[in-house]
């Protein structure tokens, strides 16, 4: 079992930057390829970035591209969501997920995750 905790949301004005954390525990991530994922009011979860388990692949959402950066630390167990230039429209509840990677390459959709975290809070004011 792996349990993960998101840090790091907050309110931030337009433009502004935020940097998410995504603490592991109860087992090393080196094996696990991790995403962040966010759902704003009304809207389905959507997808956000993903990376690879060894880190040599990462992917994002369109919408999300040239702003946010993921990345890892497995000496840590953290996996890092850096938001630059954040819009009103990136306000949502950010959740970092996991699953087992049997492949190092992401994957995009949420039913392929195993577990998840309790979500953190991103509110972008116009």
């Known amino acids: 079992q792996v349990q993960l905790v998101e840090s790091g949301g907050g309110l931030v004005q337009a433009g502004g930057s935020l940097r998410l954390s995504c603490a592991a525990s109860?087992?090393?991530?080196?094996?696990?390829?991790t995403a962040w994922f966010r759902q704003a009011p009304g809207k389905e979860r959507e997808f956000v970035a993903g990376?690879?388990?060894?880190?040599?692949?990462?992917d994002y959402a369109d919408s999300v591209k040239g702003r946010f950066t993921i990345s890892r630390d497995n000496a840590k167990n953290t996996v890092f969501l850096q938001m630059n230039s954040l819009k009103p429209e990136d306000t949502a509840i950010y959740y970092c997920?996991?699953?087992?990677?049997?492949?190092?390459?992401?994957?995009?959709?949420?039913?392929?995750?195993?577990?998840w975290g309790q979500g953190t809070q991103v509110t972008v004011s116009s």
């Open positions: 109860g087992r090393t991530l080196s094996r696990y390829a």
């Open positions: 990376i690879s388990w060894g880190g040599g692949y990462k």
């Open positions: 997920a996991a699953r087992v990677a049997y492949s190092d390459d992401v994957r995009k959709r949420g039913n392929e995750y195993n577990y």
